[in-house]
């Protein structure tokens, strides 16, 4: 069975569940971005073309290799 389409734009609890970004990330997504928010009557919408476009856009995670941390229980115990 195939997925139906993502559609082109949804309220903004649709937008943050499709994208894992807060409520407020969004708002100051929008308030950089002209085109992410439109109006419709009296609903906000999230346009997703655009929102897939910032996010691609977001620059790739650093992240650290983890290392060998010790525990706060294990550096209490006496050698």
């Not at 708002?27 to 009557?41: D, I, N, Q, T, W």
Request: zero cysteines.
């Amino acid at each position: 069975m195939s997925e139906s389409p993502r559609p082109r734009s949804g309220k903004i609890p649709a937008a943050i569940r499709y994208s894992g970004i807060g409520r407020s990330s969004l708002y100051e997504l929008a308030s950089e971005h002209e085109k992410l928010f439109v109006k419709f009557g009296r609903s906000t919408l999230v346009n997703f073309d655009e929102l897939d476009r910032i996010l691609s856009e977001l620059p790739a995670a650093q992240l650290k290799q983890p290392g060998s941390r010790k525990t706060a229980s294990a550096e209490r115990r006496p050698r």
